[in-house]
């Protein structure tokens, strides 16, 4: 009997969902476009809400589904400060962003952008999580950068993804890679070369974002290249902001021009 009730409510639920939306006259393209509009105006929170709007009325809504992952990650990049409750805001953020993201490639695993999404949401949510969550989570992002390249071989952000990628892993270094392959597993490999080929071609097909720059700047200070860190960094501070965490970024190449000075 309370099986029956609930399936009854949720189909309810679902009847009055579908109604208020042909009540009102939008469609969930609607609602897309409308989050879309939010999105290109920086309006993380508002984009969001229209996205999760859209996915009321089309729950199998691939667009939807991969944009509302992509909404909690602006969100969650955006959260400034330091400390555990910082920690577990974004940790919250990015694991909502990777349950869609996912739900996404189920609905449609053949298109670029849930596989990207997963990857830059699990990416940075492991930054967050201990030394084993992230070895045995790197091994996960690096499949899905590669699925995405492989379905949408344009697509910059991914090759941003997979430049820090074999920055992140070429960091762990000699020693290091041992001791923690005898303790958590086999640690895959990355260079600071392929970092700097990958961001590279990420900066060959869109050269004007600032992210790009920002983590080829990093790659160039591991690689102990002073000077063209500097450039990249700069650069940062010169392009014009065109999304809601350049502002951000802009903050992190400022402060890392200054320790660079002062080294020289």
Not at 48 to 65: G, S, T, V
Request: neutral net charge.
């Amino acid at each position: 009997m309370i099986k029956n009730f609930s399936k009854f409510s949720w189909l309810l639920i679902l009847g009055l969902c579908l109604l208020v939306g042909q009540i009102s006259g939008q469609t969930a393209q609607d609602l897309i476009r409308g989050g879309d509009e939010f999105y290109d105006q920086w309006e993380d929170q508002k984009a969001l809400d229209e996205y999760l709007k859209a996915l009321q009325l089309e729950p199998q809504n691939y667009e939807a589904l991969w944009k509302i992952s992509r909404s909690y990650m602006d969100l969650a990049d955006v959260v400034t400060g330091r400390g555990k409750e910082v920690n577990a805001r974004k940790f919250d953020l990015y694991a909502r962003g990777e349950t869609y993201a996912r739900r996404a490639i189920t609905i449609n695993p053949d298109d670029t952008w849930g596989h990207f999404f997963l990857s830059a949401l699990l990416g940075n949510k492991i930054l967050l999580q201990g030394k084993k969550e992230q070895i045995d989570a790197s091994k996960i992002v690096k499949t899905e950068i590669d699925r995405a390249i492989e379905l949408d071989p344009s697509n910059d952000l991914a090759y941003h993804d997979l430049g820090r990628w074999h920055r992140r892993m070429a960091e762990i270094g000699g020693a290091k890679r041992a001791f923690g392959s005898l303790i958590y597993g086999s640690i895959p490999k990355g260079s600071f070369e392929e970092s700097e080929k990958w961001l590279k071609k990420a900066l060959e097909l869109k050269p004007d974002y600032i992210n790009h720059h920002l983590e080829l700047g990093w790659t160039y200070a591991d690689m102990k290249k002073e000077a063209l860190a500097i450039k990249e960094f700069s650069q940062c501070l010169i392009l014009p902001e065109t999304c809601s965490k350049d502002k951000t970024l802009k903050d992190e190449a400022r402060a890392e021009l200054e320790k660079l000075n002062k080294k020289g």
